[in-house]
């Protein structure tokens, strides 16, 4: 069980450069450094290779004129794998609000049916700043590859993150004499 733990947060260390990342597990929450080992506790969620997986994932909230802003949100993840070239390969499908420019770190793990990391796979979901008076909501679609390895076809559960960016506001790029 330790083992586990130490790689799942030395592979959340090094696939964010953010210090806090939001992680979905059985719930969600903002995470710190010092919180690796709540985040490790959460049990992974399981899927089927093929099948659309619906969950709840969302970047960490920016406070803006009383409101709370979420940028990305994502909502559903398919795993596909080859059994000829052993790849496995996801899909996320989500949206984003255009609220400013910022590119977030996604990153999966998946693990097989006794909690064993098999790989690990990182995307990069960009948010562009699109202000017309205000935000625009786009849908995404974030495809990982995990590579290639007989292990995968033991893959039965998995864990997902986005990483902890920081966010201007409007009032703060318009300051800036930035589009």
Avoid: H
């Amino acid at each position: 069980m330790k083992r586990r733990k130490l790689i799942f947060a030395a592979l959340t260390a090094g696939a964010t450069s953010a210090i806090k990342t939001r992680v979905y597990g059985s719930d969600t929450k903002v995470l710190s450094v010092g919180d690796v080992e709540d985040r490790v506790d959460s049990k992974p969620r399981s899927f089927e290779f093929n099948k659309p997986l619906q969950f709840n994932l969302n970047s960490a909230t920016k406070r803006w004129k009383e409101d709370d802003v979420v940028l990305v949100r994502l909502g559903e993840i398919t795993f596909s794998y080859a059994p000829d070239t052993r790849a496995l390969d996801a899909k996320l499908v989500g949206t984003i609000l255009t609220f400013d420019k910022v590119d977030y770190d996604i990153s999966v793990v998946v693990f097989d049916k006794n909690d064993r990391m098999l790989g690990a796979a990182k995307g990069v979901c960009e948010v562009p700043r699109v202000w017309y008076g205000r935000c625009g909501l786009q849908s995404i679609t974030i495809d990982l590859d995990f590579g290639s390895s007989n292990a995968f076809r033991d893959a039965k559960s998995f864990r997902a993150s986005i990483s902890d960016r920081d966010v201007l506001t409007p009032d703060d790029w318009q300051d800036d004499g930035q589009p």
